[in-house]
């Protein structure tokens, strides 16, 4: 199962690894390298290496060593397709079976991320909290299949974006975030309707945005 797969200790360890920037795309570095960076022993790093190179996270150069996969434009569109794919799927399910209370939540949640964007709240402080709600929003219409290999899925494919967006932008700026929420926004007031058709449109619009400032501040 890919949740099963993805609970290997060393793959855990390399994006733990990558997001606080001990590893970085495009980055050669030996087995043994990666063994004292990981804190693991060859043998688990072998296993580990293998996930990997299938989830096109590294590449192995049998003479130079081992390279972190840097987020050419390729990657991003097919990381980008495949979020889309899972997510506009489990949509259809999510806009039957979503409940007035998770609406008003989170459409009180966004009003609130977005004041927070507009007055003189720390930058950081707010990125923080809209960072948090763009992936719990996601990651909920998902969980709406009860699929754990699909959840797990799309939770690497985050992190590959997350990831792709950590090398091309210089930084996310308040308008940006703005933007995500009112797409958000408009993704709830579709589902409100109960307009699945309409919640899918503004699903695809949001990504196609989010593709697009992922290049943007680069």
Same mark, same amino acid.
């Given at each position: /199962?890919? @949740? %099963? *797969?993805?609970?290997? +200790?060393?793959?855990?360890?390399?994006?733990?690894?990558?997001?606080?920037?001990? &590893?970085?795309?495009?980055?050669?570095?030996?087995?043994?390298? $990666?063994?004292?960076?990981?804190?693991?022993?060859?043998?688990?790093?072998?296993?580990?290496?293998?996930?990997? +190179?299938?989830?096109?996270?590294?590449? =192995?150069?049998?003479?130079?060593?081992?390279?972190?996969?840097?987020? %050419?434009? #390729?990657?991003?569109?097919?990381?980008?397709?495949? *979020?889309?794919?899972?997510?506009?799927?489990? /949509?259809?399910?999510?806009?039957?079976?979503? !409940?007035?209370?998770?609406?008003?939540?989170?459409? !009180?949640?966004?009003?609130?991320?977005? #004041?927070?964007?507009?007055?003189?709240?720390?930058?950081?402080? #707010?990125?923080?909290?809209?960072? #948090?709600?763009?992936?719990?929003?996601?990651?909920?219409?998902?969980?709406?299949?009860?699929?754990?290999?699909? &959840?797990?899925?799309?939770? *690497?494919?985050?992190?590959?974006?997350?990831? @792709?967006?950590?090398?091309?932008?210089?930084?996310?700026?308040?308008?940006?975030? =703005?933007?995500? /929420?009112?797409?958000?926004?408009?993704? $709830? +007031?579709?589902?409100?309707?109960?307009?699945?058709?309409?919640?899918? @449109?503004?699903?695809?619009?949001?990504?196609?945005?989010?593709?697009?400032?992922?290049?943007?501040?680069?």
């Amino acid at each position: /199962m890919e @949740a %099963e *797969r993805q609970d290997n +200790e060393g793959y855990r360890r390399f994006r733990e690894a990558m997001h606080e920037g001990k &590893l970085t795309p495009g980055m050669v570095v030996t087995q043994n390298e $990666l063994c004292d960076l990981l804190g693991i022993s060859l043998s688990p790093l072998r296993e580990t290496l293998v996930l990997l +190179e299938e989830f096109g996270l590294v590449e =192995i150069k049998p003479r130079t060593g081992i390279r972190i996969v840097y987020p %050419e434009v #390729a990657f991003i569109r097919e990381n980008y397709q495949f *979020r889309i794919m899972m997510e506009v799927f489990a /949509m259809r399910a999510f806009a039957e079976v979503v !409940k007035p209370e998770w609406l008003t939540d989170m459409r !009180k949640r966004h009003e609130d991320c977005r #004041a927070l964007l507009i007055a003189d709240t720390p930058f950081e402080e #707010a990125r923080a909290v809209v960072v #948090a709600l763009d992936r719990q929003f996601h990651r909920n219409i998902v969980q709406s299949l009860d699929n754990r290999a699909i &959840l797990a899925t799309h939770a *690497r494919v985050q992190d590959n974006l997350n990831m @792709a967006r950590r090398v091309h932008q210089s930084g996310f700026i308040r308008s940006q975030l =703005i933007s995500t /929420m009112d797409e958000h926004l408009r993704v $709830l +007031e579709s589902l409100e309707k109960r307009d699945t058709d309409g919640a899918i @449109a503004n699903l695809e619009a949001h990504f196609r945005a989010s593709t697009h400032r992922t290049f943007a501040a680069g």
